[in-house]
């Protein structure tokens, strides 16, 4: 080949290299958030302020799209089996740890979803209608014991929801003549304490404080690790006397298996600063949500607790899904 060639060759594919488009830095174009519930909860409002706050951090839009259904589960299977290229995440809740729990066909497996990073919590709160002769969790305990074979009766919102998970932690706990009564929602189960068809329920902090504020539910306890910021007043379980009784509405991220750590490294990192910082606090700490600003391991080792710890409790009283 002439030297002339051999030039023009190599200019050719020093062009073609320089044309070439380079690899584009992590994210060039929106991201999607899967709330796996309805908006308006606990969850879908957690979601949406921890959303905005990324958003501004990452400088692209980060979009909820809600996919409610079958307990959480449609929505973190969506998520499980989309692509691995950290544009989709889940915005996952107590679910994603329970549903392998008490189903026997999941449609993904647990390690299909890799954790992210914790956002916040809204604390359990136990209640019970106004007419019940009891204010702390103590005596209602006391109370509960004496009504005989009849028991307590107690509303959830469904098989292995949180206030199922807090009434089967009672009962460990000796309180053992508890009833309960299976409400298609946490919403239902509330209605159906004030309305005294059942006298207790557990549900998250922000579903129960304006009732209780209201004077048509009494609270006895928070199941959450600390006091509530917005009602410092209620005693936790453990200070009750119940430290076995502790479980939260908690809202995490979760990945596809297969997302590159350098992104799942930098979306933490984002949420932490999100979660840490006065905006958010601020919009949601009122409702009582409490933020929960866990580092990427400190979340990996929840959930691998929740899971280990809630698997006994599961197993212990015999929870299949409905």
Known sequence: MRPLARIALSLL????????????????????WVVPFAPGGANDLIARAAAEGV??????????ENKPGAGAAIGADYVAKSKPDGYTFLVGAAGVVTNSLIRKNMPYADEDLVPVGMIAVAPSVIVVNPSVPANTL????????????????????GTASTPHFVAEMLKEAGVANI?????????????????????????????????????????LATTYETRITAAPSIPTTKEAGFPGVQIGHWAGLFAPKGTPPAVIERMNAELVATVKGAEFRDRLVPSGIEPAPYSLAGYVAFITAERD?????????GMQAD
């Not at 958003?55 to 909820?64: A, D, E, M, N, T």
Request: charged share 20%; aromatic share 4%; hydrophobic share 50%.
């Open 55 to 64: 958003s501004k951090r990452l400088g692209q839009p980060v979009v909820i």
């Open 138 to 157: 103590r005596e209602f305990a006391d109370w509960a014991k004496k009504q005989g074979a009849g028991g307590v009766n107690w509303a959830t919102a």
């Open 309 to 317: 710890r809630l698997a006994r409790v599961a197993k212990n009283a």
């Open 13 to 32: 594919a020093l062009g073609a290299v320089a044309a070439a488009p380079a690899r584009a830095a992590w994210p060039d174009h929106p991201v999607k």
């Open 179 to 219: 009833n309960v009564i299976p409400y298609k929602s946490g919403s239902e189960g509330v209605t159906a304490v004030i309305s005294n068809n059942v006298a207790a329920t557990s549900e998250a902090s922000i579903v129960v404080l304006p009732q209780i504020r209201a004077g048509k539910l009494k609270a």
